[in-house]
């Protein structure tokens, strides 16, 4: 569905990738919302997130980008410790709780608003993983307040994303970032280009202008 839509979009002169990608996302929730389905999926980076210290949480961070959400699917299926995910808002249903693409199963959310990293701090401190994007929109300003706060808990950072093959089967990857200790300004710095590249990336491959670095 989603790629009929994007190529007629196309025909009409939009944006057929951008198109495709948005609505990808928007089906994966909707068909969510009506009950659980299944979905091609495969992994990479299992033994990073099981080397995680079982006395403080794990940061996992990325950008807002198609598919931003997916690796939460995989991560639950393999049977990893629930997060608390810093969500927007307007995916938050049910006072404090996030759909996870094709499953009946929920996590844990919070708003991502000026309480929240109070309340992720907590969390990692309690040794609950988290999960948080790291721009307030696609191919917003990349904000460093998460990193820092791992850095100021001692959390571990873990990048994670998710890529559709041709075939539909998504893969999701957990990686180690530069600097997965952001125990100083520089590993903040240095894990925050990583993620700039990743944004720009995204951006060209969905037809979009680049950003300026912020």
């Known amino acids: 569905m989603c790629r009929l839509q994007g190529a007629l979009n196309g025909a009409l002169g939009?944006?057929?990738?951008l198109t495709e990608a948005v609505m990808l996302?928007?089906?994966l929730w909707e068909l969510t919302?009506?009950?659980?389905?299944?979905?091609?999926?495969?992994?990479?980076?299992t033994e990073i997130i099981e080397s995680a210290d079982p006395q403080i949480g794990t940061v996992y961070c990325w950008i807002h980008e198609p598919l931003a959400e997916f690796p939460l699917r995989p991560y639950l299926e393999k049977g990893y410790p629930d997060p608390?995910?810093?969500?927007?808002?307007?995916?938050?249903?049910?006072v404090d709780q996030l759909l996870v693409a094709g499953l009946e199963r929920r996590v844990t959310a919070i708003p991502a608003n000026r309480y929240a990293l109070g309340r992720a701090r907590r969390s990692?401190?309690?040794?609950?993983?988290?999960?948080?994007?790291?721009?307030?929109?696609?191919?917003?300003?990349?904000?460093p307040l998460v990193l820092q706060l791992a850095g100021r808990v001692g959390a571990r950072v873990v990048f994670q994303w998710a890529r559709r093959r041709p075939d539909g089967t998504i893969e999701?990857?957990?990686?180690?970032?530069?600097?997965s200790k952001c125990d100083t300004a520089e590993a903040v710095q240095e894990?925050?280009?990583?993620l700039r590249a990743?944004?720009?990336?995204?951006?060209?491959g969905l037809g979009l202008p680049e950003q300026k670095a912020t």
């Open 14 to 17: 939009g944006n057929r990738v």
């Open 25 to 27: 996302d928007h089906w």
């Open 33 to 45: 919302a009506i009950g659980p389905f299944p979905i091609p999926w495969t992994i990479t980076g």
């Open 84 to 94: 608390m995910v810093v969500a927007d808002h307007g995916r938050i249903i049910d």
């Open 124 to 143: 990692l401190q309690d040794g609950v993983p988290v999960v948080c994007l790291a721009d307030a929109q696609m191919g917003g300003a990349l904000h």
């Open 172 to 179: 999701v990857t957990f990686a180690s970032p530069p600097r």
């Open 191 to 194: 894990n925050l280009a990583f």
């Open 198 to 204: 990743a944004q720009q990336r995204a951006l060209a």
